[in-house]
């Protein structure tokens, strides 16, 4: 993993809008209706040659394919594992969010009217049998194609994201959480390798970190115990990978709303550095947590991160403003003071298209100008 050094490389998250026409064939091919899958495999190809392009001419460093075929960064994996079935029709809906929407309810009456604009809804599926991999020919396509797209292209680097085992469905097979966890992470081990056999950073996608640190239905000790499980678990899967080639993004999740029942990042920080990685990406941006990089200061926890990467979220994911080129640097001079400018790349607080959308949170031509201004935040520090 390259670190900034002349000058502060920067990133994202890793999901971008899809172009229009993919997205129509996509809602086809989700709801199992006849699509033309040639055409679909163009399309996506295309699709990952110009997103790439288009991240390096606005100035990001380290690209990705903007996960144009998949229909969402958590749910794509169910297509990959073996050993489930589909569920009742239950929408995934994580516990944090009823706090929120027993607080705002008319606010999230129309928040959550905005995802009928989605390709497919996010239904959880239950595991009936033993989980394996069956992901590897989607696997390969998706490295061909960003392989494919960055000959010629100006990069420092690619990642390509993987979802954490956790989040998209539930255990009706294994004796207990723990072992049904293991045995999906343990199949997911099989993707998380070719990603970093392919000579791309591997990016760890685990908001469901914070969603165990915040579960209203557990007691804080509870919460706490259950998150370092999961890191075990994580890590398990993770084994013997270089952890220079290991990126973990975790946040508060895609609920873009009042957001007043978020925990702080302090409760985040211990379990978050406890998963093996060797950059993490986390929300700044979002108007909770700007403040708490005063964090990063302290001793401990610097002793904890050692010589890892920080990947502050300086552009956020749920607005349309653009942010100030002396702000995005204001912010990442907090992080250079702490830590130091080789342990530093400016990034995104999320994705910004995490599900398949004909209406993603910000408009894909304001994404752009965001990354601009990154870059140019990036270039004033």
Same mark, same amino acid.
């Given at each position: 993993?390259?670190?900034?050094?002349?000058?502060?490389?920067?990133?994202?998250?890793?999901?971008?809008?899809?172009?229009?026409?993919?997205?129509?064939?996509? =809602?086809?091919?989700?709801?199992?209706?006849?699509?033309?899958?040639?055409?679909?495999?163009?399309?996506?190809?295309?699709?990952?040659?110009?997103?790439?392009?288009?991240?390096?001419?606005? /100035?990001?460093?380290?690209?990705?394919?903007?996960?144009?075929?998949?229909?969402?960064?958590?749910?794509?994996?169910?297509?990959?594992?073996?050993?489930?079935?589909?569920?009742?029709?239950?929408?995934?809906?994580?516990?944090?969010?009823?706090?929120?929407?027993?607080?705002?309810?008319?606010?999230?009456?129309?928040?959550?009217?905005?995802?009928?604009?989605?390709?497919?809804?996010?239904?959880?599926?239950?595991?009936?049998?033993?989980?394996?991999?069956?992901?590897?020919?989607?696997?390969?396509?998706?490295?061909?194609?960003?392989?494919?797209?960055?000959?010629?292209?100006?990069?420092?680097?690619?990642?390509?994201?993987?979802?954490?085992?956790?989040?998209? +469905?539930?255990?009706?097979?294994?004796?207990?959480?723990?072992?049904?966890?293991?045995? !999906?992470?343990?199949?997911?081990?099989?993707?998380?390798?070719?990603?970093?056999?392919?000579?791309?950073?591997?990016?760890?996608?685990?908001?469901?970190?914070?969603?165990?640190?915040?579960?209203?239905?557990?007691?804080?000790?509870?919460?706490?115990?259950?998150?370092?499980?999961?890191?075990?678990?994580?890590?398990?899967?993770?084994?013997?990978?270089?952890?220079?080639?290991? =990126?973990?993004?975790?946040?508060?999740?895609?609920?873009?709303?009042?957001?007043?029942?978020?925990?702080?990042?302090?409760?985040?920080?211990?379990?978050?550095?406890?998963?093996?990685?060797?950059?993490?990406?986390?929300?700044?941006?979002?108007?909770?947590?700007?403040?708490?990089?005063?964090?990063?200061?302290?001793?401990?926890?610097?002793?904890?991160? /050692?010589?890892?990467?920080?990947?502050? +979220?300086?552009?956020?994911?749920?607005?349309?403003? !653009?942010?100030?080129?002396?702000?995005?640097?204001?912010?990442?001079?907090?992080?250079?003071?702490?830590? +130091?400018?080789?342990? !530093?790349?400016?990034?995104?607080?999320?994705?910004?298209?995490?599900?398949?959308?004909?209406?993603?949170?910000?408009?894909?031509?304001?994404?752009?100008?965001?990354?601009?201004?990154?870059?140019?935040?990036?270039?004033? !520090?």
């Amino acid at each position: 993993m390259q670190r900034s050094s002349e000058r502060i490389l920067t990133t994202h998250v890793g999901s971008l809008a899809r172009p229009e026409a993919l997205l129509d064939t996509m =809602r086809e091919k989700e709801h199992g209706r006849p699509y033309d899958e040639a055409g679909f495999a163009k399309q996506v190809t295309q699709a990952v040659a110009d997103v790439v392009a288009k991240q390096a001419e606005v /100035g990001l460093d380290v690209v990705t394919d903007g996960e144009m075929g998949k229909v969402s960064f958590a749910t794509y994996v169910q297509d990959r594992l073996d050993g489930f079935s589909p569920s009742s029709g239950e929408r995934l809906l994580p516990p944090s969010w009823k706090l929120e929407i027993d607080a705002f309810p008319e606010y999230y009456e129309q928040y959550l009217g905005k995802y009928s604009k989605t390709v497919a809804p996010m239904v959880t599926v239950a595991c009936v049998g033993p989980v394996s991999y069956t992901g590897q020919e989607q696997l390969r396509t998706d490295i061909e194609n960003l392989r494919t797209a960055l000959v010629g292209v100006e990069h420092t680097e690619a990642f390509m994201p993987s979802t954490s085992p956790r989040g998209f +469905g539930r255990n009706e097979y294994y004796a207990t959480d723990t072992e049904y966890y293991t045995a !999906v992470a343990e199949a997911l081990r099989e993707e998380y390798l070719a990603i970093v056999d392919a000579g791309f950073l591997l990016q760890i996608d685990d908001p469901w970190l914070i969603e165990i640190l915040s579960d209203p239905a557990l007691e804080p000790d509870e919460r706490r115990r259950t998150a370092a499980e999961h890191a075990e678990i994580v890590n398990h899967a993770l084994r013997d990978i270089p952890t220079e080639t290991i =990126r973990l993004h975790t946040c508060y999740g895609l609920n873009h709303g009042p957001r007043v029942h978020d925990i702080t990042m302090a409760e985040v920080v211990g379990p978050m550095l406890a998963i093996r990685a060797g950059a993490y990406s986390f929300e700044v941006a979002n108007p909770r947590h700007s403040h708490e990089w005063t964090i990063w200061h302290d001793a401990a926890v610097k002793q904890r991160l /050692g010589d890892a990467i920080l990947i502050p +979220g300086l552009l956020g994911h749920a607005q349309n403003y !653009v942010e100030h080129p002396d702000l995005v640097a204001e912010m990442l001079r907090h992080y250079v003071d702490a830590v +130091g400018r080789e342990q !530093v790349i400016a990034g995104a607080d999320c994705g910004f298209s995490s599900r398949a959308s004909y209406q993603p949170e910000v408009h894909p031509t304001v994404v752009w100008e965001k990354f601009r201004a990154l870059r140019a935040g990036a270039d004033r !520090v």
